[in-house]
């Protein structure tokens, strides 16, 4: 079989082999299986690290697929030059794998992930880029809860109808509530947002993939915003990942 595929996983078996979770563009995620590949020798050694979207030529035996070939196609090295950044990526990548099997991978979706890795990678590994990871990571949430079936109600309140002072972000029911109709949603989580959060919470919700991540809201906003997606994609997709508090820790220091 012939696939791309984006690696989200590796487990060493052994000291020789290795098992990926690959996600593959017309297979969705498939569990691969290569021996020796622990070797710098092996031929599919470059083509199969962590985070790699490669092409592959893949076999199947018994419900697992082996590599025949695998050539590399972007292996967004620079996320190699800072540790925040890694912790993004295998953020990203967690919950890429958390997803549950019954939703498939459309290619807009999967084109996303590529794309935020890109940014990702792309992004000043000093100081002033934990702002843009920051952005990446809450609409890569965002998206990713829209993408899956959770699209919110953003445009007005839901309680009321009114698309002035909107001042909370339902998390539970996926909606904006305003001022005046805040004590109406019962047994519900509520985020207080600024009417800023409010603009950028529309933009990204309600913009195609590629076009929500050229949402560049202020770093204040960006901060609540980052709360808001790890709040709604816990909430509505059950998705809280310990590669989430270890990305959380290390930018903390910076904050
Ligand atoms: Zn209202």
């Known amino acids: ?17 290795r098992i990926f979770t690959v996600l593959t563009r017309d297979s969705g995620k498939i569990t691969v299986m290569a021996k020796g590949i622990r070797s710098q020798k092996h031929k599919c050694f470059s083509a199969m ?8 030529v893949l076999e ?3 419900g697992m697929y082996f590599p025949v ?7 967004f090295y620079n996320l190699r030059n800072s540790v925040e950044k890694l912790a993004l990526a295998a953020y990203i990548t967690d919950i890429v794998s958390a997803i549950p099997e019954e939703f498939p991978v459309e290619d807009e979706y999967f084109s996303f992930i590529l794309n935020t890795l890109f940014l990702t990678a792309k992004a000043d590994a000093e100081k002033q880029g934990i702002p843009e990871l920051l952005r990446l990571k809450a609409i890569f ?23 002035k002072n909107i001042e909370y972000f339902d998390i539970t029911n996926g909606r904006v509530i305003c ?14 947002i600024t ?3 409010h603009k950028s919470l529309y933009s990204i919700c309600e913009s195609d993939m590629r076009a929500a991540l050229s949402v560049r ?9 980052s709360e808001a997606g790890e709040e709604y994609l816990k909430n509505q997709m059950d998705i809280y990942l310990t590669s989430l508090d270890y990305f959380k820790n290390l930018i903390v220091k910076d904050v």
Not at 179 to 192: E, L, M
Not at 217 to 225: A, D, G, I, N, S
């Open 60 to 62: 199947r035996r018994t």
């Open 69 to 75: 070939e695998a050539r590399v196609i972007e292996n």
């Open 217 to 225: 809201p202020t770093e204040q906003t960006v901060r609540l915003l």
């Open 179 to 192: 001022k005046d109709c805040k004590d109406k949603p019962v047994n519900a989580d509520v985020i207080k």
């Open 141 to 163: 949430e965002l998206k990713t809860v829209c993408e899956n079936g959770y699209m919110p109600e953003v445009t007005k309140c839901e309680c009321c109808g009114s698309a």
């Open 195 to 197: 009417p800023e959060v």
């Open 49 to 56: 690290q962590q985070f790699c979207y490669s092409d592959f």
């Open 1 to 17: 079989m012939k696939n791309q595929g984006l690696i989200l996983k590796t487990v060493n078996l052994n000291d020789n082999d």
